[in-house]
């Protein structure tokens, strides 16, 4: 429960700049500070007013159970897709559009509807849209099979004559190492995030079945091995660069072993090559990981250089072992890929494909994309130009958010209780107020009534204009700042009926 409001967090940065003004820059007239001091705190001058954008919930509908029955998955898939992925039991509920992305995600092939895109509002879990198939896949390919060795090489004194071999070398050949599900990215930042959220799901995955379940890896600039190979037979100067290698990976396996009993929030934060992420280039090009994470740049040199080629002719080889087996392209946030930049990412895809050998029309592929909008027949057509695939295929999934329609301005006698009891600090009568009153949906409301544009949408509204909309007659600062610490006070998370929250500009 935090014990911030905007206007507090606000405060206190503004306070940290204005002593370091005073400190860096100090003066010996005293009277000079205070004149100094009086015009930085003026409105507008190192701080803009805050802007307030209401994030509307998601309600989880859908029992996992449930849905991975209608998308033709066992119980038993369900039961360990919910614990990898959320960490629940079978009694969790997905929301509307994940359950729906699942479903149609794995439709049969003979399916028309097969690609997804989901343009659900800020926080209402887009990413697991997308990694609830892909992982479904992954548990239904390996649930019945034994659990891999990994190869820990960086542990090994390597001398001229061997061969090098890398991480999942001495893994079980119950299937063809291919990249299963490739996740692109339009920056580095975006790469890091997705990474620590797959990461948290293997580490789930690796306390439940004694070894990877899966492999993932990030391919970008920064991934470590640079355009070296170890060649069939070492030599004394490919030693030298495999023992510089070994000393990097054994250093960030060492660090990952001290945080083995910390929590798994912490944990997910840290690369771990035992939990089947796969830190280098060498070790993806020699068996390409499952899941593969990179940015557009990266993925348009890849396509060029020989160096890589063994990670797209492993994955056309799996492709090409069953039609069942389908190869997921996932694109983040597609409305940012428009005019130019649009087209020369457009034009990357098509090169994927064509040298994983599918077709824009093989029931092999699988597209889904997350988007802020994209709506009509206009959002279709744009999918169809992007992808180079049929807009008969895609179904997009708004999502289902809860809108809150609290009567405004608040009742004089609600917000006198309601600052009764936050001065009174009776923790047990404010649960019992927030059951006939929630604070955060009258805030929700007045946020969406004072953000909305002319043409529909809403958009981040100024505090003292949701403020007065929010009390009416009766606004003052002071009391706006109390409602935010009711707010603070109320519970955020029921799966059954969830509440609004909030983001300060």
Known sequence: MSKFTPNSILQYIQEAYHKYYDSAFWMKDEILMQERRALLNKVGLTAQEIFLETVLPYPSETP??????????????????????FGKDDQFKLRKHQAQSLITSLAANDQEKRNVVVTSGTGSGKTESFLLPILARLISERIDSSPPHLNLWWEKAWS????????????????????????LYPT?????????????????ALAINGAPLFYFG???????????YPPKILAAKDTQRIKQLSEEIAEL?????????????????????????VLTRWDMIESPPDILITNV?????????????????????????????CFSLVIDELHGYRGTQGTEVALIIRNLLDRLGLEADSPQLRCIGTSASLNGEEGLSYLEQFYGVSRDTFSVFTGNSLVPDQKLPIDKDKVEELLKLLNNNDSQALQKFFTIFSPRKALASAGLAAGLTSSGVNIPARLDAIGKILLGED???????????????????????????????
């Not at 061997?162 to 070398?169: I, T």
């Open 218 to 228: 990030r391919y970008t600039g920064a991934t470590s091995g640079g355009t070296y």
């Open 64 to 85: 996992i159970i449930e849905a991975c029955s209608n998308a033709g998955l066992p119980e038993d898939v369900a039961l360990l897709l919910g614990k990898i992925l």
């Open 160 to 183: 001229s004559g061997e061969k090098w071999k890398g991480l999942r070398s001495k893994s079980n050949k119950d299937f063809t190492p291919a990249v299963r599900a490739l996740i």
């Open 297 to 325: 740049s990266m993925l348009n040199v890849m396509l060029l250089r020989e160096n890589e080629s063994a990670i797209f002719d492993q994955t056309k080889i799996w492709l090409a072992e069953s039609n069942t087996n």
């Open 188 to 204: 580095n930042a975006l790469v890091e995030d997705q990474v620590s959220r797959i990461r948290q799901a293997a580490f789930r």
């Open 475 to 505: 606004y003052s600062s002071e009391i706006f700042e109390n409602f935010f610490k009711a707010c603070n006070k109320e519970p955020l998370i029921s799966f059954e009926d969830p509440q609004p929250s909030f983001r300060a500009h």
């Open 253 to 277: 396996d060492l660090e990952a072993r001290k945080l083995d009993d910390s929590d798994l929030e912490t944990r997910m934060q840290f690369s771990d090559p035992r939990c089947g992420e």
